[in-house]
């Protein structure tokens, strides 16, 4: 038999083994968080970071194909069931969802419930920006992964740069009344007690959740005690709103923030004029990274007109197709436990891995500053001319905090 004859047969024969090629599977994302109201414009630019990255792994691998589906919770709980629910009954089998830990915690203990009592239609709840402890501790579920550092992680990072900046003597802390802002302002007390027990608190209030249109009064509060630094959680409106009043009080004081770079957070920190007096704790940002991270930073900006302000939920989706493929399959019960063994580098940063024990996903932690934009800076924001310094950096290692998660598996 001659050697094109033998190449022909040998061909034929893997072909019959292999069979026909498998057919491509249809992963329904249900995405819930707030498409409306105040929260609205956080909720879109999450919206968008999951479909740009569907498309991404839709293009890049041809076993799964994610499809997102859009759901509008109003950062209410009994709506992210409601909308969790619609998800379902439309097919979808990942639940993403990220603003509100209030709206969390009724996911988590919803998805558990649905999960108990529909063997057959289990579901994964893909938490990118819920950051609530507790639903890392005490209401800890095996369905549940969170990819963004808990609220405690991040206060950890921004008090660790705290007290290094001697300037700082009096701190107002303002936070949002539900779970997380109490959370954030708890944990701040504590903290800076321990690590600069120098620092005066000089106030120390809540707002209710995103229900404030003027924070004007606030601002004169915190001139009148005299801080020279705020400490706060809030996001979405009741950031943009707080820093807007800031501004035009001409309040010169430095904030220190969780979510300064949330949508049209930078554009009103530009009207306060204060360079690199506005910091954020993240997971990283555009001008941080290699040369490789800044060019799908470019490629994202370009499709999406928006900057990356969740790169957490680049790291979900590349740890959800992950275990998907690991697993051979999307059904949750196969996809879970190849989830919470994975190890992946984050997008930004050296090391990333979910912890087993809790599902907490932990990675490089970054503080930044924003301000006009200098050498070795390629993003601004916004249109702003302003963009985000890195100014502080904690290893994955030094993010670790214990857990009290005692987790039901399923048998």
Not at 107 to 123: C, G, M, S
Not at 356 to 380: A, I, K, L, N, W
Request: hydrophobic share 40%.
């Amino acid at each position: 038999m001659t050697p094109i004859r033998q190449a022909l047969r040998g061909a034929i024969l893997v072909f019959s083994l292999c069979g026909p090629a498998a057919a491509q599977e249809t992963v329904k994302i249900a995405f819930i968080d707030p498409l409306s109201g105040g929260g609205a414009p956080t909720g879109e630019a999450g919206l968008r970071h999951f479909q740009y990255m569907a498309e991404i792994l839709n293009a890049r691998q041809k076993q799964f194909r994610f499809e997102v589906l859009a759901y509008d919770n109003k950062v209410n709980p009994q709506e992210t069931v409601i909308a969790a629910q619609k998800g379902i009954d439309a097919g979808a089998r990942v639940l993403v969802q990220g603003n509100g830990s209030s709206a969390a915690a009724a996911l988590t203990e919803f998805v558990a419930k649905h999960n108990e009592r529909n063997p057959d239609r289990q579901v994964i709840y893909i938490n990118y920006s819920a950051v609530d402890p507790s639903l890392t501790n005490e209401k800890c579920n095996y369905w549940h992964f969170r990819f963004d550092a808990n609220s405690d992680i991040k206060m950890e990072a921004l008090t660790n740069f705290i007290k290094t900046r001697p300037e700082i003597k009096r701190v107002y802390l303002i936070n949002q009344d539900y779970s997380f802002g109490q959370s954030v302002r708890r944990e701040a007390r504590a903290m800076l007690k321990a690590k600069r027990p120098d620092i005066e608190i000089v106030g120390d209030e809540v707002t209710p959740l995103q229900k404030v249109n003027d924070f004007a009064p606030y601002i004169t509060k915190i001139r009148a005690s005299g801080a020279d630094s705020v400490i706060t959680g809030n996001w979405a409106q009741d950031f943009n709103l707080l820093l807007k009043a800031a501004a035009e009080a001409g309040l010169q004081a430095s904030f220190y923030t969780y979510y300064a770079g949330g949508t049209g957070g930078p554009s009103v920190v530009r009207q306060t004029g204060l360079a690199h007096r506005v910091f954020e704790v993240t997971q990283g940002g555009a001008n941080v990274g290699d040369a490789a991270t800044q060019d799908f930073e470019a490629t994202f900006r370009a499709r999406t007109g928006i900057g990356s302000t969740y790169p957490r939920a680049f790291n979900a989706m590349n740890a959800l197709v992950t275990a998907m493929q690991e697993a051979g399959s999307s059904e949750a019960r196969k996809v879970a436990p190849k989830l919470e063994h994975a190890r992946l580098k984050p997008y930004t940063g050296s090391e990333g891995f979910v912890r087993p024990d809790d599902h907490q996903y932990f990675q490089t932690m970054f503080v930044s500053s924003f301000g006009p934009m200098e050498p070795g800076m390629r993003f601004d924001e916004e249109g702003t001319g302003w963009g985000w310094k890195n100014v502080g950096r904690v290893e994955t290692k030094d993010t670790l905090v214990p857990t009290t998660c005692r987790m039901d598996r399923p048998s």
